[in-house]
């Protein structure tokens, strides 16, 4: 929800020969300020990370596997085994308090319109304009399965077997037959053979899916489920430093930073310096407070790598705590124009201004 201010004295008009503009002034927790307070962001980091988690169930007649058909690699234990896909990276704002600013309202001006974020971040002013995108949110999904029921295989002798042994023989001899129904319908000596090519393609494909229903209670099957993890980090250091983001185990999946049962991925931030060289003239030194504030980024560079080093996410992102804040001078505000400016909700930079003449 866009969070709109009007009635905001932004020194649009002169009154009285007196060009009225807009006082900001740095915000001081518990002082009395009559305006509205604003902050500049916080860039952070929103991390998408997909993984699955395969689950293993033995078979039913697992522990017959090798006597009957022959199976000397048939898992007698439930197991589950994680893998990470992929990772995705997308900057966000948020309000950084040591960044906060008040515009403050003086008489006989007119009333502008301020859009602010929901944490009071500078969108726009003069103007609306659309929230932020909203971030991706933790979910949890089962891939479907394209596993039978080998229940609905069973026949009424092996559902009618008084102990696991004996229903496992009846099954592998049910598994022979069906292969040896096959063997003679391909060699075109089976008793019933099918009138055409498509009868027979059917018939193959009708025994086929009965013999891997019930190999399935030999062997095993196994789930599919898919997770999306969310994690929020915050940069502080941009020195090329390697820190652990999170961990991740092959038994448990995603795990925190400090959890030593997972191995580290880690993160590497470096400040490429991109920021531009600051305004050293006499004019810019003495830098008005009657204006807006807004922030010039630097760029960093990010990457991610796993365990064994490689690397996995990298990209150059502006991060506004690298960056300076920079002041946008009154007279953009004055009675001659109607001026439009727009920040950037994850840097707070620029976007863009736009100045209409007062007719």
Known sequence: ???????LTLALF??????AQTEVTEFHPGSTVDGVT???????LHLTIEATRTTFTPGEYAPY??????????ELKQREHWELKSIAVVPFGVADPNRAYSIHLKQRTSAPLVTLTADGCLLSINAETDQPAPLSQPSTSTLPSTQ????????PEILAATNPYKAAELTAGEIYDIRENRALLNKGQADFMP???EQLKLMLQNLTTSEEALLQLFRGTSTTTEYRYVIDFTPSDFAGNQQVLFRFSSQYGLTPADDMSGEPYYITLTDEK??????????????????????????????????????????????????RVEHLGGDLFNKKYSTRVFLNPTTGSLL??????VK
Do not use: W
């Open 195 to 197: 009138k055409d090519g």
């Open 352 to 357: 863009r201004i736009e100045a209409d003449p």
């Open 65 to 74: 596997a090798e006597h009957f058909l022959r199976i000397n690699d048939a």
């Open 274 to 323: 991109t920021l531009p060289a600051e305004d050293m003239s006499p004019k810019a030194i003495k830098k008005p407070t009657d204006d807006i504030r807004y922030c010039v980024a630097s760029d960093a560079s990010v990457n991610i790598t796993d365990p064994n080093g490689n690397s996995l996410y990298t990209s150059t992102l502006p991060f506004a705590q690298i960056g």
């Open 1 to 7: 929800m866009k969070k709109s201010i009007a009635a």
């Open 38 to 44: 604003y902050f500049l962001p916080q860039t952070r």
């Open 14 to 19: 002169c009154t009285h020969n007196l060009c």
């Open 148 to 155: 039978i029921n080998a229940n609905d295989y069973k026949t």
